[in-house]
């Protein structure tokens, strides 16, 4: 199993991004994909997670109505609209191989067995 995260860069406030987390090594269609965030000196932060059921995504209030996630086969996007300072961070995707997303556990980091190795969003003038 293995998850390229990309797309991060230098953007400025107000500005969009869009991240990829590339799945391999698995059947992608109907597993679980996460998408986490790390500001430095915090604690990683779920922002969403997408899957099959119903709901197929949850996000986190943080990032509601300004991300938006898509897929298709073996990959996972994040638009990213309206940026902040505050979303600066190093975002990661992860997945535990689920079909869906648990409305109870989706959002804990311990949950998720497989990481992809980061990448960096700055929001900066």
């Known amino acids: 199993v293995q998850l390229q995260a990309s797309g991060g860069g230098l953007v400025q406030p107000g500005g969009s991004l869009r991240l990829s987390c590339s799945a391999s090594g698995f059947t992608r269609p109907n597993r679980q994909i996460a998408w986490f965030r790390q500001a430095p000196g915090k604690e990683r932060e779920a922002i969403l997670c997408?899957?099959?059921?119903?709901?197929s995504t949850y996000y986190s209030d943080s990032v509601k109505g300004r991300f938006t996630v898509s897929t298709d086969t073996n990959t996972v996007y994040v638009q990213m609209n309206n940026l902040k300072p505050e979303d600066t961070a190093t975002y990661y995707c992860?997945?535990?191989?689920?079909?869906?997303?648990?409305?109870?556990?989706?959002?804990?980091?311990?949950?998720?067995?497989?990481w992809g190795q980061g990448t960096l969003v700055t929001v900066s003038s």
């Open positions: 997408t899957g099959s059921g119903d709901p």
């Open positions: 992860a997945t535990d191989l689920d079909r869906g997303c648990n409305r109870h556990t989706w959002s804990f980091r311990r949950y998720y067995r497989y």
